[in-house]
T-cell receptor, first 112, second 114 residues
């Protein structure tokens, strides 16, 4: 199993550009999450999903959108990039929502 | 919502000594408390977790204690080694069936001095 994979690893965006961060897991986990990690800070939940077709907001959803059309994929969309969205983004998954979350390797995003 | 505070933000200990990291939480309904380790440039990985029906859990050199009355929990690392150097995050959630959202602390950077 590859586990949780994320693409791209790094990206630089200009203000106002849009992009999609990809997240895929091959463990057949129902629950998937998107976090952002700012320097020296903990992880803040952006959006999460408890299964295909179901998504909900986390702590910091403004400026982001998600979709979950399959169990495997949970892409995160930035529509109008802003400098405040410069961060490292982690995707995670868990089978039942009641235990260990498995994290992807992260995407480092810089908005200039 | 839940608020998790973590102390200290940085901690340096001599190799072989013990390290203790403390967290407090605000929501008395929280019942699941994991600890994640994040090495530089890497993803967070679970090292130990505890549920509210248990007061202490141990795994080799790592232990976690939970005081539900005081709403705080702690990570204890004994006989520290250089590979223990990393950032450690505590987290809390109400692990209700079908909806586990973790609230993370701000992290503790642990440095082991050889």
């Amino acid at each position: 199993n590859a586990g949780v994979t994320q693409t791209p690893k790094f990206r630089i965006l200009k203000i106002g550009q849009s992009m999609t961060l990809q997240c895929t897991q091959d463990m057949n986990h129902n629950y998937m999450y998107w976090y952002r990690q700012d320097p020296g800070m903990g992880l803040k939940l952006i959006y999460y999903s408890v299964g295909a077709g179901i998504t909900d907001k986390g702590e910091v959803p403004n400026g982001y959108n998600v979709s979950r059309s399959t169990t495997e994929d949970f892409p995160l969309r930035l529509e109008l990039a802003a400098p405040s969205q410069t961060s490292v983004y982690f995707c995670a998954s868990t089978p039942s929502g009641r235990g260990e979350q498995f994290f992807g390797p992260g995407t480092r995003l810089t908005v200039l | 919502g839940e608020n998790v505070e973590q102390h200290p933000s940085t901690l340096s200990v001599q190799e072989g000594d013990s390290a203790v990291i403390k967290c407090t939480y605000s929501d008395s309904a929280s019942n699941y408390f994991p600890w994640y380790k994040q090495e530089l440039g890497k993803r967070p990985q679970l090292i130990i977790d505890i549920r509210s029906n248990v007061g202490e859990k141990k795994d080799q050199r790592i232990a976690v204690t939970l005081n539900k009355t005081a709403k705080h929990f702690s990570l204890h690392i004994t006989e520290t080694q250089p590979e223990d150097s990393a950032v450690y995050f505590c987290a809390a959630s109400k692990a209700n069936f079908g909806n586990e959202k973790l609230t993370f602390g701000t992290g503790t950077r642990l440095t082991i001095i050889p």
